[in-house]
């Protein structure tokens, strides 16, 4: 028996890659065609992120409330700002176009102006009536004064639902079915359908619509995702290709490395697929992550296969010797990016847990697959010839060996003071991070939907539902008076809140009906004192059906009731605000005792969302130092190793975190990946310097500089090298119209930039520094797995 990761090891993992390489290759296939079939199972999600467990106490309101009232993310509204609506041609063309979507199998109901209805009193048969605003079409210019007047001024229960008596901007509300709201569906209607038909009509009428709602913008912002996915891997190919071709100046190298990723990225859409996961805006980012993380194991595998052909010129010899000898530092390095990844898994957001699982997956398959295809491929293929080894003597990067080696030699000092100085600042910055829970912020700035949604929030307040249940403990309980009292203070505040629309609730019907009782007159909008509660109430319970409005607001016990204002996209401090002064006004107003109020809606769930998830961004990161600390103490066997390997890690972790405060840059959900990926990744070159300074030791008799400067020069190519090309790699994410993607990639391309000069500077300034406590061979025992054996060398 063989120790596992020992040379021994390797050399049987050689001896069978490279005996057995047909069959392999032929596995390779049949696993990539296996995982295409996968693919079908892929989706890409139709719902918004719910960053919550399940079990939260957030999600539990929530889905109680689905329960109840049903949907409420199924409103898609038009809207219009321009005088030339009030026309008899375009006014009869809106309502025309708006009453068209009624025919679609896909609404369940419009509500336009034209079919706005007037409640009217019947004396003689003590009940409601409804009469249409506009009973047929507008016909003259009259008609259009008389409609204006009427809503503008007579009918407050329709102001700021159906347009803006201020701007007099109109709108139209489009409910679709609840049950496709969460479908493809919803997607087939919105692109193919609203689409094509407001088009068509700004064509012909010359109108701007703004278009708005939930469901619109979960769409387009989830066509977006989709569409960015292939300009995401394309641009990752593209660019690390370039800096590869750079490198190795090699057409047949660069070709080999983009098979491997390319495989790479199948495997990886045939896990997402095979776990039947939905494509996120999390998960969408996996594929190129997996281009830029793969081409540095390919510089590593090929870099020592033409180093050995140089060496000795036995193409055999040197692809056995790139298995066994750079077999154990891209696996521990695959390991511990992976690890860093994996710690998501360990959340309780179903969201992260799933991109833990497949970018934690896919890190290692990429892995095997250029431990497997690279050897196997360059047995098929000739001798390289000597202008592909060309690289191999390159001069360029020796001046910045030199300026690492001459800076860790003669100014150690200011490379601590840097160092100190920059903890101090990234502290003062960490503490003006802010957090941000919007659901909107990082869409894309100038997209037309997002601009659509400033318009509405400009013209009626938000299109993000904000919801409160009120749970009055007993059957027909919402009707009672005193409720319908208190639900009315509450709204009193909703509507002083700048940041909230005008409230949507039963208390509205019933002033509307009190005005209807007394014959349309608005100055009596307002809630019936108790003696005319009853005569109003028995006009209702007469009315007929069509005005069974009531569906709506109250459930069919008519023990809950709903109150719904929409919001703006605000900030999760401001909203926190909010909610603590409704939350003080409904303790006020509703004794416990008789009533429970809570809040919930889309909107407030995602917010409380990103408050958990900030609460978990210590507890993974945590996480990950701790796995990857057991996993260099097994590797090294000496805790003041591991010590030492933090420090230049955790420093650039806290520089970007500095960044962010001063930048402004938000924690939210997209950059709070940025700690637990870059430190995954920036302890690999931590891990390739202590693996190369410990042979070193042993090399040179335990002499301390003579192995800090080695492993200096041997490892300082790689790790530039390396991490030019994540730098660049994750420099893609950049392009993104996705706010989020975009401070993902820039965040961890310069920590990576930050842990590249950190490794390289303060990690060897430190052994320098610190040589009599840690080098001596009582704590730099044999290590448990040798990284890098003897002979080895990165050039």
């Known amino acids: 028996m063989f120790k596992l990761f020992s040379k021994d090891f390797w050399d049987v993992t050689a001896r069978l890659i490279l005996r057995n390489k047909i069959i392999i290759l032929i596995g390779i296939i049949v696993t990539t065609l296996l995982f295409s079939k996968q693919w079908d199972n892929m989706r890409f999600t139709y719902t918004e992120a719910n960053l919550l467990p399940d079990e939260h106490e957030v999600n539990i309101t929530y889905n109680n409330f689905l329960k109840t009232f049903g949907e409420e993310g199924n409103l898609i509204v038009l809207g219009v700002r321009d005088s030339s609506l009030f026309t008899i041609e375009k006014l009869n063309a809106w309502n025309k176009l708006s009453n068209s979507f009624k025919n679609y199998k896909e609404v369940e109901t419009v509500v336009s102006i034209k079919d706005l209805q007037k409640l009217v009193k019947d004396t003689s048969n003590e009940k409601f009536d409804l009469e249409p605003f506009i009973k047929d079409s507008i016909a003259t210019v009259q008609q259009i004064e008389t409609l204006q007047n009427e809503l503008f001024h007579k009918y407050p229960f329709y102001d700021n639902f159906l347009f803006n ?152 010899k040197s692809l056995q010797r790139v298995i066994t000898k750079i077999g154990n530092a891209t696996l521990m390095t695959n390991v511990t990016t992976a690890s860093g990844f994996a710690t998501f898994i360990l959340t309780e957001s179903q969201l992260l847990k799933e991109f833990g699982v497949v970018a934690s997956l896919s890190i290692l398959a990429i892995f095997i697959l250029c431990l497997l295809i690279i050897p196997i491929i360059y047995t098929f293929l000739p001798h390289p010839k000597d202008r592909h080894l060309e690289h191999l003597n ?37 503490y003006q991070i802010k957090i941000s829970g919007s659901l909107v912020e990082d869409m894309p700035k ?74 349309g007159n608005p100055k009596y909008y307002q809630l019936p004192t108790s003696q005319e509660n009853n005569f109003i109430l028995s006009y209702a319970r007469n009315s007929s059906s069509d005005l069974d409005l009531l569906n709506n607001f109250v459930d069919s016990t008519g023990q809950y009731a709903r109150i719904t204002t929409f919001m703006k996209d605000i900030g999760t401090d401001k909203m926190e605000r ?20 809570t809040m919930t809606g889309k909107a407030l769930v995602f917010q409380k969302g990103t408050k958990y998830l900030v609460k978990n961004l210590a507890i993974s990161l945590s996480l990950a130092i701790f796995l990857i600390s057991i ?81 200096l020069r041997e490892t300082g190519v790689s790790m530039f090298y390396t991490s030019i090309v994540l730098f660049f790699g994750f420099s ?64």
């Not at 281009?291 to 033409?306: A, D, E």
């Not at 060996?401 to 860790?408: A, F, G, L, T, Y």
């Not at 490379?415 to 990234?426: E, F, M, N, Q, R």
């Not at 509507?495 to 629309?501: A, H, M, N, R, V």
């Open 165 to 316: 008596k201020e701007t007099q901007t109109v709108r139209t509300a489009i409910y679709l079915k609840k049950d496709i709201v969460n479908t493809s569906a919803r997607k087939d209607f919105v692109i193919d359908i609203l689409t094509d038909k407001i088009e068509s009509f700004e064509k012909a009428h010359d109108l701007d619509i703004r278009v708005s709602g939930m469901p619109y913008i979960r769409t387009l912002n989830s066509q977006n995702i989709i569409d960015e996915i292939n300009l995401f891997v394309i641009a990752a190919l593209l660019v690390t290709s370039i800096i590869f071709f750079f490198f190795f100046r090699s057409f047949r190298a660069t070709f080999i490395s983009l098979i491997v990723v390319c495989i790479g990225v199948m495997w990886t859409l045939g896990i997402i697929g095979l776990f039947n996961y939905e494509i996120t805006v999390l998960t969408a980012l996996i594929p190129p992550l997996i281009i830029v993380i793969g081409i540095p194991n390919c510089i590593f595998l090929i870099n020592k296969y033409q180093h050995e052909v140089k060496l000795h010129g036995n193409k055999v």
């Open 578 to 597: 909010i909610e603590e002064n409704l939350q003080n006004k409904i303790d006020k107003v509703f004794p416990k005792e008789r009533y429970n109020v």
């Open 732 to 795: 893609v994410f950049t392009i993104s119209s996705f706010g989020g993607t975009v401070a993902l990639g820039a965040l961890v391309s310069a920590t990576l930039l930050f842990a590249m000069l950190s490794n390289l500077l303060l990690l060897p300034s430190l052994l320098l520094s610190l040589e009599r406590s840690i080098a001596n061979k009582a704590i730099l025992r044999e290590p448990a797995i040798n990284i890098i054996p003897e002979e080895d060398e990165f050039e």
């Open 394 to 430: 390159k001069r360029w990067i020796g001046g910045f060996v030199d300026w690492m080696e001459r800076m860790v030699k003669q100014k150690r000092i200011a490379i601590y003071t840097t160092s100190v100085v920059l903890l101090i600042v990234s502290i003062i910055g960490i």
């Open 631 to 711: 996993f260099m103490a097994y590797m090294f066997r000496s805790a003041r190793m591991i010590v030492i390997s933090l420090i230049p890690n955790l420093l650039p972790l806290l520089v970007t975190a500095g960044l962010m405060g001063y930048l402004g840059v938000p924690i939210k959900p997209s950059t709070i990946l940025v700690f637990s990926i870059a430190f995954g990744i920036s302890v690999d070159d931590t891990i390739h310097f202590l693996a190369k300074y410990r042979q070193e030791l042993q090399a040179n008799s335990w002499k301390i500089k003579v192995s800090v400067y080695g492993a």
């Open 446 to 519: 100038e997209a037309d939907f997002f601009k659509d949604i400033r318009f509405f929030e400009e013209e009626f307040n938000g299109i993000m539902p904000l919801e409160f249940i009120v749970d009055t403990k007993r059957k027909k309980g919402v009707m009672k008076l005193a409720t319908l009292k208190r639900m009315d203070e509450l709204e009193d505040l909703i509507i002083e809140i700048p940041e909230l629309s005008k409230p949507i609730s039963v208390v509205s019907l019933v002033k509307y009906s009190k005005q209807a009782y007394y014959n």
